[in-house]
């Protein structure tokens, strides 16, 4: 499988930026040789429920199928090939949002979508959450999706593994504090599980007010594509940039083997929530909006930074 | 507060190898230490050697039970072969704390390979230091057990480990790769030999602090396990992350991990 990873740059104007979207696909796949497009978390550009970017509500969100959507699927059949979207804050109607990631295929149909399962920051509040996890069957083979923060649950890359996919796309952005940590992850997650991993990241700047505090957050791309053995392709951290990667399935290697070694009835404690955990943060982020403070952390941060993060 | 991880290699026989470790770390152990962790197969090849002698091991263990007495700390013994009843063998790591006690014990199957099997339990201990889940050989390289221990509470693995695989570069990157996904400080003592590759190390979630690569010796690191404690607090303006994996997750989704796979 060709796959071309697309590093978006975040502009202001989110109608540049599908212009943009446009022509990363028709630059990388003017040769005809690309089987797959990947794009990041967000593609249109900031959702509007990032700190400060309340005037891009009914802009960067989109309705699923809508225009949008149809655009991507023209181009997919006119190119024949699949584009990821990697996610689209998708309008439900109701006043409720999902993070979706929709993947196209050569005919221009939506062949799979995945739903963002672990919300983060103010998705706890506004967006529904996937219900399920589970695979694609591709021409490629099995394929999985996890939209950003769910691959910071170890369970969920395990899962589409033991369910038979063997290249899984984590449509996402890397924080600029997290970044070597997130490159090490990502490689982590593949060796363990066997697995290519094809992470693509925005990279950009998102200025805006949480509570009474200005934030920046900092996106620092370094898009990649892991295989079990390492890291094979990593874009910069600062820049648009689109990697063309030729990936095939891992041949059965330290993972697997492990896996053998399952003993899954041992495991139940995984279905028990962290010990630790005693607190409602859906419920005291919802406070926070509403009232208009900020939230709060119930212990000092030891040096106060004028980054935050929306997402691991 | 200081954990000294125990990376050696092989000599002639069991016994020689494990003079030369007991005596390597009698020298270099402080009074500082919290913890001190030896390698799975700590005195023997892992290619299927016999049990440890029993006058050999019980020898070894006096000696681990003096070190933790004398310093104070917390032992992990690292591994060797015991025959079981049955006949069969089996790995065995012992955590002694500072009394010298037994305060957990991990046992796995010695494989028709040599290699070491995995289990059902997944210790983790409550000590002045922090919780601390105990790990024997391949368990950690299993996405469930590690994860399982620290959704416990452990703020800190101990392993008795082995680089044993065959993409050694991206094992060794694991050590790291698993503190980060779960959050936890681990402490990994690996094995030096032919097929073992060391890499012993203590990683925090957002890097290594200390590694020994492939040479011999014994590491030492820091441990504060409030850094731990730390990054597991929500902070909901976001500055930290590393919490979210730990907080936000859905066990709904994930019955399947305690499911046979066909």
């Not at chain 2, 003079?19 to 402080?30: G, K, M, W």
């Not at chain 2, 590393?242 to 997750?249: H, K, P, Q, V, Y």
Request: aromatic share 6%.
């Amino acid at each position: 499988m060709r796959v071309a990873v697309v590093q978006t740059q975040w502009v202001d104007d989110h109608e540049e930026g599908l212009r943009n979207a446009y022509q990363a696909i028709e630059d990388v796949c003017g040769g005809g040789d690309i089987d797959l497009v990947c794009f990041p978390e967000f593609l249109l550009g900031p959702p509007w429920y990032m700190p400060g970017q309340d005037g891009l509500k009914g802009r960067t969100d989109t309705p699923i199928p809508g225009p949008v959507v149809d655009g991507f699927q023209s181009l997919a059949r006119e190119l024949r090939t699949h584009i990821l979207l990697g996610s689209l804050v998708e309008d439900l109607q109701d006043g409720m949002y999902r993070n979706t990631s929709l993947l196209i295929g050569r005919q221009g149909a939506i062949v799979g979508r995945a739903v963002k399962a672990h919300a983060f920051g103010n998705e706890m509040v506004v967006c529904r959450q996937a219900d399920s996890l589970g695979v694609l069957t591709t021409e490629f083979g099995r394929i999985g999706i996890a939209v950003c923060s769910d691959f910071w649950m170890p369970e969920v890359i395990r899962l589409l593994a033991l369910a038979g996919a063997r290249t899984i796309f984590v449509p996402g952005g890397t924080l600029g504090q997290n970044q070597p940590l997130m490159v090490n992850a990502l490689r982590t997650a593949a060796y363990l599980n066997d697995v290519n991993i094809v992470y693509a990241s925005s990279v950009g700047v998102v200025r805006g007010k949480r509570g009474d505090r200005l934030v920046e957050i900092h996106f620092a791309g370094t898009s990649l594509v892991a295989r079990p053995a390492g890291v094979i392709a990593q874009a910069g951290s600062d820049k648009p940039e689109t990697l063309v990667v030729d990936i095939d399935e891992p041949a059965p290697g330290d993972g697997r083997r492990w896996q053998q070694l399952r003993r899954p009835a041992a495991y139940r404690t995984l279905l028990t929530p962290y010990v630790g955990a005693d607190r409602d943060l859906a419920a005291e982020l919802r406070d926070s909006l509403t009232s208009g403070d900020g939230p709060d952390r119930s212990r000092p941060v030891p040096a106060p930074s004028a980054h935050e993060g929306t997402r691991p | 507060m200081t954990i000294f991880l125990a990376q050696h290699a092989r000599r002639a026989d069991a016994e020689a190898t494990a003079t030369a470790v007991l005596d390597d770390l009698d020298s270099r152990v402080t009074g500082e230490a919290s913890f001190v962790v030896l390698p799975e197969n700590v005195f023997t090849t892992g290619d299927g050697d016999p049990a440890l002698p029993r006058r050999l091991r019980e020898r070894c263990l006096d000696r681990l039970t003096a070190l933790a007495r004398n310093r104070g700390t917390y032992v992990l013994t690292g591994s060797w072969p015991e025959e079981r009843p049955d006949g069969g063998l089996m790995q065995v790591a012992r955590l002694l704390d500072p009394a010298g006690s037994v305060c957990a014990r991990v046992e796995r199957p010695v494989l028709p390979d040599g290699t070491t099997g995995t289990g059902d339990d997944f210790p983790v201990v409550e000590t002045p230091f922090g919780h601390v889940g105990v790990l024997l050989g391949p368990d950690f390289w299993l996405v469930e057990p590690p994860r399982a221990q620290c959704l416990a509470g452990a703020e800190l693995l101990l392993v008795a480990g082995s680089l044993d695989g065959t993409q050694q570069a991206a094992q060794r990157a694991a050590v790291w790769g698993i503190a980060t996904l779960n959050t936890v400080a681990v402490a990994f003592a690996g094995s030096l030999g032919e097929r073992c590759g060391g890499g012993s190390a203590m990683a925090m979630p957002e890097g290594f602090v200390a590694e020994a690569g492939t040479e011999e010796g014994v590491v030492e690191a820091p441990w504060d396990a409030a850094r731990i404690r730390h990054l597991r607090e929500p902070d909901l303006r976001f500055q930290q992350t590393l919490w979210f994996g730990l907080w936000a997750r859905r066990t709904e989704l994930y019955t399947d991990l305690t499911a046979q796979v066909s």
